[in-house]
């Protein structure tokens, strides 16, 4: 079973960022929506909605849903999401080298105790609970 786990969690973890960078990527194509009036939302809303760029993130984030939801049939909640967390290396690696944002030291040194976090939690037992699946 921690194979398979594990193997679904690098999906469910793949699926989050390519769809939150896709999302991202999307958006900036848009510019910033203006909240001044509810027709300069409404421009906003449209234009997102016929952004092929954000509409593959949504398919990612679907796919991302779909692992997850495997994942938590498999393996306890206390795993899943503290396993899952390695995702805000991998979100701020890519936030650095393809969307080229700034990564402050103080932010590197919060993404290493999420990763040394991430490491102890991997090492346990991913099912502490008998039941179905």
Known sequence: MRFKTLVMIVAMVACANMGDLMLKRGMNQIGAVQLTSVDAALQGFELAMFNATIWIGIL??????????TVLSWADYSYVMPVG?????????????????T???????????????????????????????
């Open 103 to 133: 990564v402050t030291l103080k932010r590197w040194i919060g993404v290493g105790l999420i990763f040394f976090g991430v490491l102890l939690v991997g090492q346990t037992n991913p099912r502490t609970t008998e039941g179905l699946g």
């Open 85 to 101: 967390a390695v995702g805000y290396v991998v979100v701020t690696l890519l936030g650095m080298t393809v969307l080229h944002e």
């Open 60 to 69: 990612f984030l679907f796919g991302f849903i779909a692992s997850y939801l």
